[in-house]
């Protein structure tokens, strides 16, 4: 199963767009009806350290996220913060590092 996103960016208004594609193939489906909860650390703990040190999350979403892949050893969530932080640099023609990032998706994307 592949967790598939686009990112656009506008240099003119500072703005970086993240889309995530809802559920198209069977594993999509199976995601979303993997419905139980499942407990992990804060991935944003860092960044927060007021928030809860773990949460709960829906099993499936998690899964889509969070599954270390065998070929690169990291997340999905990992290579999306990445490419955000690449592509909000590229945006921030005004180099005052004041990006807005917009995050839509529909069906499982949205949950995403």
């Known amino acids: 199963y592949e967790c598939t996103y686009a990112i656009s960016i506008d240099r003119q208004l500072s703005k970086v767009l993240l ?34 040190k773990n949460i709960r999350m829906h099993a499936g979403f998690y899964k889509y996220l969070f599954r270390v892949r065998k070929d690169t050893n ?12 690449h592509y909000c640099e590229l945006a921030d023609t005004r180099d005052d590092g004041n990006v807005r990032i917009t995050v839509t998706g529909h069906s499982l994307g949205s949950a995403l």
């Open 19 to 52: 889309a995530f594609r809802g559920a198209y193939t069977r594993e999509d489906w199976s995601h979303i009806l993997d419905w139980y909860d499942t407990g992990t650390s804060n991935p944003v703990l860092e960044d927060y350290p007021e928030r809860p």
């Open 74 to 85: 990291t997340t999905k969530y990992d290579e999306i913060g990445a490419k955000l932080a």
